[in-house]
């Protein structure tokens, strides 16, 4: 049976955004409104908290995203974001959809020791960790394309600007698998990574402006959150994207002409 | 008075031959530009040609840099000196990394490597505020204008906090005799007055009418040195305003050089002005709040430099356009305009000026031109921190080109303007925007550097003025 999106009127997902005023240095609001302008052909409303520094967590929460910021951003935060961890960790193991991109991505991990040295605490959504080498070593910059673990998703593609190596624990599973580009440390061939309905990963550019499938994926991971796994709201019919789909065609050929084919390391 | 040390050595004069030999080559083999090449060849053969440059301009050195504004502040400087009786020496149309410096002493240097009339002339260079701390020293400017720091080509820069940082070390070994001129309204440049022993003169703007009703996303200052949360009494753009930190309680300086009312118009603005107390009318050749800012920064460092107040007034009246940035054009019985678009802060400027200069629901016609290479920014994610949404509602026209003119028309659709056509090929895009322009009407054209520059040759063809490398290297 196909539900169309007529037929549900009033669904809606509730969306937190975190410390979107202090983490959003490579343009993540682009997908905050990329969501919203995708949710809208889907019929299905955005209900947006904004979380910053000193705000308290909503109750439950459908959609979690953080962008990425500078070291004196990530600092800020850090603290409060690790005493939002328990939360966090336990939406996420109830099936909330997450995002978390660049530097979010890292303090949603378990710790991130930073260029000057100073370890930060992580949420702990992710068992990973992420070190800045020296002032030596090169960021990781460039056109990234990678093919994604979760199924259905295929390719993404973005830009990828990070100093910091992460680094996944044995209780983490990659978001995908780089291509073309670095990706979590450019050595291992991961990028990202994934629990459940949460994706962390490196890919701004904006990522979910010109990875759809991606996007659809996100939307009904947090239907399903909110209306449970076998609920007619939760259903998303299927349709095109074609200004997306074109603008993720152009960025995958910018990717492979420009950025090195993914060797792994041989140590 | 030139001192004898100040005489090119042997080694000097071959590269400065060799380069402006390799310019014209790269001209004759019709190789567009040919502005790069003069200054990469002779510097690399004599390194020490820039510090040679600055210390011949007899009258000293200013240098213009930030992320915003340094080509038409540069040129609106130089007009004013040359109104003043000075020859500035200034390099090429945004060729601000060394190469560029070197180019324009080539330009200027006589068989002998020595520049003519060296004792009278002061050297206006616009400098990339990346590569500014490192030539600093060797260019020992007299004066040294900031105009603002924004995010801007990150791939670039990797932070935007690093640029900031550097210009910090520079400026703390920076000597008493060298004057800043600050923007007062951009905490990131007024705070760069701790820890150095120069003088300083500042700017900014003191009129609340022109002031934004919210604060802007593309806001890169959000917080003050101390660690504690910026504050405004007033934005006039991005995270420039009337500011105060909610910490320490350092606050945004009165401007010595303060634009009292700004009357915004289509195709330039009237602003009265107050210079140390002396009330006076600029007005601003080119539309737009942010010219406002270039026009306030030029007088200022013209005032450090001791030219009559007057002579500014009548100098910024009748300067033009600089290279690219708002040139206009008459093309099939259309106005075509040129603007530059690199970064969110400079496309919201711009937008805003399109929608002021548009009222009552009159229609926009654009030519938006996205293109990736280095000097555009290879990441072209920042036009979703651009404001695209502020032309939703209001009739606009768009034809999408460059490199990456998908990844513009979907920004574009995102922002609910669904684009007219996507041409990635320029002279086509071109056809197209003009055919939907109707005669009379005024097409605009927003365009990231190469793009400008692509299709400021291909409009200039049409109408028949000088390619970009006859006007930008003479």
Sequence with gaps: MTVGDASTPGRAIRVVTLYDDVMNVYADRGNLIALRARAAEHGVGVEVTAVSLGDPLPPDADLVLIGGGQDREQRRIADELAA??????????????????????????????????????????????????????????????????????????????????????????????????RGNNGEDG????????????????????????????????????????????????????PYAER??????AVARRRSPKFEPVVK | MVAPSNAPTVRERAALILGRAAGTAARRLGRGGGTALPGLV????????????????????????????????????????????VRPLTNPSGSNLERGLVAAYIEDALPDGRIADAEHRVGVFEVDEAVLARLFPRLHPRVAVFLNLFRDQLDRYGEVDSVGEGWGGMLARASRDCTLVLNADDPSIAQLTHGTHAGVITFGVDDAAVRLPRAEHASDARFCRCGGRFAYDAIYMGHVGVWRCTSCGERRPVPRVSARRVALRPDGSTVEVAIDGALVTFEVP?????????????????????????????ALGEAGPAFGRQEQFDIDGRKVRVLLAKNPAGMN???????????????VHLLAMLNDGVQDGQDVSWIYDADI??????????????????????????????????VPDTEAAIDDALRRTPAGGRLDVVATYTAMIDAREALARRAGVAAYWEKAAR
Excluded at chain 1, 120 to 131: H, I, R
Excluded at chain 1, 247 to 252: I, L, P, V
Excluded at chain 2, 286 to 314: D, K, Q
Excluded at chain 2, 349 to 363: F, I, T
């Design chain 2, 286 to 314: 080119m539309a737009g709040l942010y010219s406002v800012y270039n026009a306030l920064a030029a007088a200022a460092a013209a005032h450090a430099l001791g030219v009559p107040v007057t002579t500014i007034v009548r």
């Design chain 2, 349 to 363: 400027e711009l937008l805003r000026a399109l929608v002021a200069g548009a009222p009552d629901g009159q229609p």
């Design chain 1, 84 to 181: 939002h961890g328990p939360a966090l960790r336990a939406w996420a193991g109830a099936g909330t959809a997450m995002l978390a991109v660049c530097g979010g991505f890292q303090l949603f991990g378990r710790w991130y020791r930073d260029a000057s040295g100073t370890e930060l605490p992580g949420a702990g959504v992710f068992d990973v960790t992420t070190l800045a080498p020296g002032p030596g070593a090169a960021r990781c910059i460039g056109d990234i394309l990678a093919a994604a673990e979760i199924a259905g998703v295929g390719e993404v593609v973005g830009f990828e600007n990070h100093g910091g190596r992460t680094y996944l624990g044995p209780g983490a599973y990659p978001f995908a698998r780089v291509e073309f580009g």
């Design chain 2, 389 to 422: 949404e502020v032309l939703a509602g209001h009739p606009v026209t768009v034809t999408c080109s460059g490199d990456r003119a998908d990844d513009f028309a979907l920004r574009w659709h995102l922002a609910g303007i669904d684009p007219a056509a996507v």
């Design chain 1, 247 to 252: 603008a993720h065609a152009s960025a995958s």
């Design chain 2, 42 to 85: 002779a510097g690399a053969l004599a390194p020490s040609l820039l510090g040679r440059l600055a210390r011949q301009a007899g009258q000293g050195v200013v240098t213009v840099t930030g992320t915003n504004g340094k080509t038409t502040t540069t040129h609106l400087l130089a007009a004013i000196l040359r109104a003043h009786g």
């Design chain 1, 190 to 241: 991961t990028e990202g990574a994934v629990y459940r309905n949460a994706v962390g990963t490196y890919l701004h550019g904006s990522l979910l402006p010109k990875n759809p499938a991606l996007l659809d994926w996100l939307i009904a991971a947090a239907l399903r959150h909110r209306y449970g796994e076998s609920a007619p709201e939760a259903t998303l019919t299927p349709r095109p994207a």
